[in-house]
């Protein structure tokens, strides 16, 4: 595969590789990859360590302005206060002066206490909360292994989160779909939490697996989520919801805002518990190793997981999907779906790739673009987004990496001293007072240039 690699923004730290949940839904321990019962359960010290150098040197060669962090599991908070104060410690430690460092942890929420969130103010860790909508829709699935009801620990943590002292940690809340469920009542439920934001996610499913239609509709997933986003319409826009801004920002000639929908190029890397690197998580879902790279942290760099056949084959746009895929009218929103619901088995027999296909979610991407384009089609363009924040963060950022990227290709070249002012001022950044000698270093301007790339550090 040509071009260049894409470096990593996005790095999914497994911290703890357990649960204190059982649900049936778990593209974890109900998968057919069922490598977590060999994994040390939390996170060592070496390789909390081994993952902060890694991640800072990838940053620094390739000049990013900021990276992501994601706790994650299994059941992240189960690594404790201690373990998780080490993770921050170690990451901020080795990011500082090298790029920003956005931190976040995906939890049920069920251990989520002030102990935690006073942690998490410290390093500015903020919180997103798995929650499936109502306590009848949230019970279909995420029960306790007795199969006790987990949904009054779950507010009880969204309104720790929505207090004064931690609201500014709330990241927002993440509902997977199922359309037994009421999507009315769903959506109504999650937003009477007033979360910053909803996340809306399919169901882990291939073709050689797929999902659940009870009412036999090809396009049942499709009408539940316009169901919602009828709703949601109705409602004025209350609260962004990711999955309908990414189709938004689409339809309008912008960026994806979601790794499942669109052609934006992955930037992911996942960190387990015993330092390996794979792969998306969800792949998981696929076949028992679809997610192994054979990498980890203590021996390879990330740039050695970024030229995997299986991560560069989802850095290539439109000329990384499949020939339907490549003619359908939606592609430029679609994408494929995620590349994990397309996986199918029976492909490789047929000489092709197991992921060179449409989504098992086909019908239903293409009802789902076409329904929001329709119910917005007379809107004018500027009218579109609930949260015109999102999609301008994300073109700020697209800003700052070709500005990062043109940096390294001007440091790499004989005209780099004379052309970084111009770099600079492009940014708006004044010109460094330290010294001439500041920008005549060997291999082009250094520190200041690097920094007017970062964005601000968000306000505590
Ligand atoms: S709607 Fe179907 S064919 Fe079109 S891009 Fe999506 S998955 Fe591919």
Request: with cysteine.
């Amino acid at each position: 595969m040509t071009g260049p690699v894409v470096p990593f923004r996005e790095i999914v730290l497994k911290v703890h590789s357990r649960c204190d949940l059982a649900c049936d839904h778990c593209y974890i321990y109900e998968a057919p990859d069922q490598s977590w019962r060999t994994r040390p359960k939390a996170i060592s010290d070496e390789a909390i360590s081994w993952t902060a150098r890694r991640l800072a040197e990838h940053a620094e060669k390739h000049v990013l302005p900021s990276v992501s962090v994601i706790l994650h599991g299994g059941e992240p908070l189960l690594a404790g206060p201690a373990r998780l104060r080490r993770v921050c410690e170690e990451l901020t430690a080795a990011l500082d002066g090298v790029a920003e460092l956005d931190l976040r942890i995906h939890t049920n929420g069920l251990q989520l206490s002030p102990r935690y969130l006073d942690l998490f103010d410290e390093f500015n860790v903020r919180v997103g909360i798995s929650l499936d909508g109502d306590k009848a829709a949230n019970d279909r699935h995420r029960r306790f292994a007795d199969g006790r009801t987990s949904h009054p620990l779950v507010l009880r943590a969204v309104e720790l989160l929505q207090s004064e002292r931690y609201r500014h940690l709330f990241l927002g809340l993440l509902c997977t779909i199922d359309v037994a469920n009421d999507p009315v009542a769903v959506h109504d439920a999650l937003i009477a939490l007033d979360p910053p934001r909803i996340d809306y996610l399919l169901p882990h499913a291939t073709w050689d697996a797929p999902p659940a239609r009870p009412g036999g509709s090809p396009t049942e997933y499709a009408e539940w989520i316009l169901k919602v986003f009828d709703r949601w319409e109705e409602q004025g826009r209350p609260v962004p919801v990711r999955l309908f801004e990414s189709v938004l920002s689409t339809l309008n000639g912008g960026p994806s805002l979601t790794e499942s929908l669109g052609l934006a190029p992955t930037d992911l890397v996942v960190v387990e518990t015993d330092g390996t690197l794979e792969q998306v998580d969800s792949l998981k879902s696929a076949y028992d190793g679809a997610a192994a790279t054979g990498f980890d942290v203590f021996r390879h760099s990330f740039d050695e997981v970024a030229a995997h056949p299986g991560v560069r084959v989802r850095q290539l746009g439109l000329a990384g999907v499949g020939p339907e895929c490549q003619g359908c009218p939606v592609v430029r929103s679609c994408g494929g779906g995620l590349y994990t619901h397309r996986y199918r088995s029976a492909n490789e027999t047929a000489g092709r790739d197991a992921f060179d296909g449409p989504s098992v979610y086909c019908e239903d991407l293409e009802a789902l673009v076409r329904g929001i384009e329709t119910r917005t089609a007379a809107r004018l363009v500027p009218a579109t987004l609930t949260d015109p924040g999102e999609l301008l963060a994300a073109e700020h950022e697209l800003t700052r990496t070709l500005l990062a990227r043109l940096h390294a290709d001007l440091a790499s070249t004989p005209t780099a001293t004379a052309s970084a002012p111009r770099c600079c001022r492009a940014w708006g950044s004044p010109r460094p007072t330290s010294g001439a000698d500041t920008w005549a270093r060997p291999g082009g301007c250094s520190r200041p240039l690097c920094r007017a790339t970062r964005p601000p550090r968000p306000p505590r």
